[in-house]
């Protein structure tokens, strides 16, 4: 699913709030091999401590029956401050927010790791991988154009169904005067 432009800002302040010396970070971390579970963001520092972060940006959001996966020693909501006002007493007191990405509205208390620490790092390590990879592979023109012809391809199919849709339709009107998905009277 496409983040939306809210959830892009509030990375990025999010990114910027904790990218400090020492504190190593990367989105969309999935814990352990093949896991079920995934953070949207952690960040681990040169003192050994693991912090997880769950971006939220609706109520429906923050609600949903999507795991929100605290493994970390400190756990914290992200959102924004409308947000955080109409949820606030459905925050358990040992998670912190963030408000907006960027300050913090509630301190979150240190907690044993929710799982080994060697899981953890193993993780983490995957994920800087593979963003290291998509970095790399951005910069590399023969795969950049590999993926535009692969989207022109795309857009060009979506293009022609589109076209034979309107025309289905136009054929559908023209013989029965209604089209197939109006209801009879």
Known sequence: MAKTELTQKIE???????NKQGTFGCFEVTIGWFGAERVDYITYDTKGTWRCYEIKVSKSDFYSSAKKT??????YFVMPKEL???????????????LDGNYSAKKAKRQGLGVEEKTLKDSLIRSLSREADKLYKSADPEYLNGIKRRLKKTEEERDRWHREHTKLMSIDYAKYGR???????
């Not at 990025?12 to 904790?18: F, I, M, R, V, W």
């Open 12 to 18: 990025k302040a999010l990114y910027e709030y904790t």
């Open 70 to 75: 605290f493994v970390g020693h400190f756990n």
């Open 84 to 98: 955080y006002e109409q949820v606030k007493d459905d925050i358990p007191s040992h998670i912190g927010v963030i």
């Open 179 to 185: 089209r197939w998905y109006e209801e009879e009277e």
